[in-house]
């Protein structure tokens, strides 16, 4: 018998893979359309003067006809450069086919990232703030990863 035994076990082993290609093909939306995310807003709160904590809100489209169930949403958040957050949330909710849904995030800032921003903004308290939120969202097996990758500034001293 040679490395890979009979025939029948290797026509059986091809007939397996065969079958998961098949059923990996089939079983994919063909039709499938990329959710859009957009940032809607991102707030910061100084809490008890050390704690930088923000408020973020997503506003998620689904162009297509079947609705979609996150599984969970990794993201990070940059101001002036730095890496300030890094968080998860599974709690997202379901987007209706064709509808749009609201995902809120609040994430406390690390706090010796967040020491040295909050150094930065006393400085200078009434300047904007550059951010930069990344985020992935895990759609399921079925359905490919969607990546975020938005800008912006938050406006301080208003």
Known sequence: MNGWGSSKVRNGLAAIVAAMVLFGCVSLPSDFKQPQVTVRSVALRVVNGLSLDFDIVLNVTNPNRKALSARGLTYTVRLLG??????????????AAYGEAEVNL???????????????????????LDYEF???????????????QRSGIIALGE
């Open 82 to 95: 730095r890496q300030v957050i890094e968080g998860v949330t599974n709690d997202i909710p379901t987007i």
């Open 134 to 148: 990344n985020a992935e969202i895990d759609l399921g097996a079925l359905y490919p990863t969607v990546k975020v």
């Open 106 to 128: 609040s994430a406390t800032a690390d706090l010796v990232t967040g020491l040295g921003l909050l150094n930065d903004l006393l400085t200078r308290p009434s300047e904007p």
